[in-house]
């Protein structure tokens, strides 16, 4: 039986420092003996993105193609959701579905997801599901940092040969970077576009700024109508204006490996289930590669389809939003209403709001690598969010 190097190395005790240092993810992959490979698998230590893209899908993404700059190497694009949705779940339940189908079927014989402990329902604790009723555990997206790549060493305790994980980019990337290592057969990847995740202690700040009830948030999401929806458990919906948070009191909630992201699509993933380039109340669903066709196969006839849409022009709501930020402005709520009601009406739209979702975020990460860690700024940005930054004046 062949012995990996990674076989005979250690792991470092969870919440130990970490190669990456300040901008670890906590991805997981630390927390076995895969962290051998670190120094070429972190996405913060090496960028390679336009490489993995090459050996996953059988090229990088074409620079010369907007949708390709902004969403990736991909397929095709839809908007979708259930027909029949899955009570409790975030959305209608696709990502949940797929897993539960795939187990089903037998076409794996576990799904890396995360599910909540017990004393906490926004505490992430990753585990290996082996029936539905673990996956549907698992549904609702904890918006912390999460250790998912932590349960890769009971992979292979396991004997396990076919799997199914579900992940953001930064694990993705670690994930893709170890693949050959992990001993499987058949390796499918379900991605979630990620941006902005913070620490638990980070989270309950945010909640508490922003919610009137934080203690009774189950989960909230950054809407298509710039507005923040925050589902609480009688189920109501309480919605704040993407203009009225106080931006000055949160801008150090968010962690600084999300501050330095330029993969808030999940490119290298198979398939990607989000929201952000769908109309409201659809999601937006990205097929990568043959793997990502036959996940979402199995489910197609259960999903209401139609093509994307873009409207709308989202460049001077970026460049007016990028001094805003920095600066920490904070609009008055009245007004902060009034912007929200205009720009709903007259803003970008499907794909055009979800390239102002982009523009936005990689601007701000940019300036955050720009002036905290300048050493890393050509190799860690990729080409094409390069391009993208370049798009907008930046303050020094």
């Known amino acids: 039986m062949k012995v990996f190097p990674h076989q005979k190395a250690r792991a470092i005790k969870p919440g130990s420092r970490r190669p990456a240092k300040e ?3 906590d991805c997981g992959l630390c927390d076995t003996y895969y962290i051998h490979y670190v120094k070429e698998a972190c996405a913060f230590l090496n960028q390679q993105i336009g490489e993995l893209e090459e050996e996953h899908h059988g090229r990088s993404r074409n620079l010369n193609s907007e949708d390709e700059r902004y969403f990736g190497v991909h397929q095709e694009m839809m908007a979708a959701r259930k027909q029949e949705p899955i009570p409790g779940a975030q959305w209608t339940g696709i990502v949940s579905t797929i897993a539960c189908e795939m187990l089903t079927a037998g076409i794996v014989e576990g799904v890396v997801c995360v599910q909540n402990t017990k004393e906490d329902r926004f505490a992430p604790m990753p585990v290996i ?3 539905p009723e673990e996956v549907l555990a698992a549904k609702v997206n904890k918006p912390t940092l999460s250790p998912n790549l932590s349960v890769l060493e009971q ?3 396991s004997g396990m040969k076919r799997l199914l994980v579900i992940g953001v980019g930064c694990q993705i990337q670690a994930l893709r970077a170890v693949e050959q290592q992990l001993g499987l057969e058949k390796l499918y990847v379900l991605g979630t576009p990620c941006v902005d995740n913070v620490t638990r202690a980070g989270l309950q700040k945010f909640l ?3 919610s009137k009830s934080p203690d009774t948030v189950v989960h909230y999401e950054f809407m298509q109508d710039f507005r923040v929806h925050f589902k609480h458990e009688d189920g109501s919906i309480e919605k704040v204006p993407f203009f009225g948070l106080k931006t000055n009191q949160l801008k150090d909630v968010f962690a600084p490996s999300c501050m330095s992201c330029f993969d808030y699509v999940n490119g290298l993933a198979d398939l990607v289930v989000g929201y952000m380039g769908a109309p409201f109340g659809w999601q937006w669903i ?3 590669n043959d793997l990502g066709r036959e996940m979402l196969d199995l489910v197609k006839d259960k999903l209401d389809t139609q093509a994307v849409m873009s409207k709308g022009d989202r460049q001077q709501a970026v460049q007016q939003s990028i001094p805003a930020y920095d600066k920490g402005v904070t609009l008055p709520l009245w007004a902060a209403k009034i912007m929200g009601v205009v720009i709903e009406k007259i803003g970008p739209k499907g794909l055009e ?7 936005s975020h990689f601007t701000r990460n940019y300036l955050y690598l720009k002036r905290n860690h300048p050493e890393k700024l050509d190799d860690h940005v990729p080409e094409y969010a390069k ?3 370049g798009q907008y004046q930046l303050p020094d």
Do not use: H, K
């Not at 709001?353 to 523009?359: E, L, N, P, T, V």
């Open 23 to 25: 901008l670890c993810s």
């Open 129 to 131: 599901a082996r029936t």
């Open 155 to 157: 992979v292979a305790e």
């Open 208 to 210: 508490e700024t922003t």
């Open 286 to 288: 990205v097929v990568r």
């Open 353 to 359: 709001y979800a390239r102002f979702s982009i523009d």
């Open 387 to 389: 391009q993208i930054v």
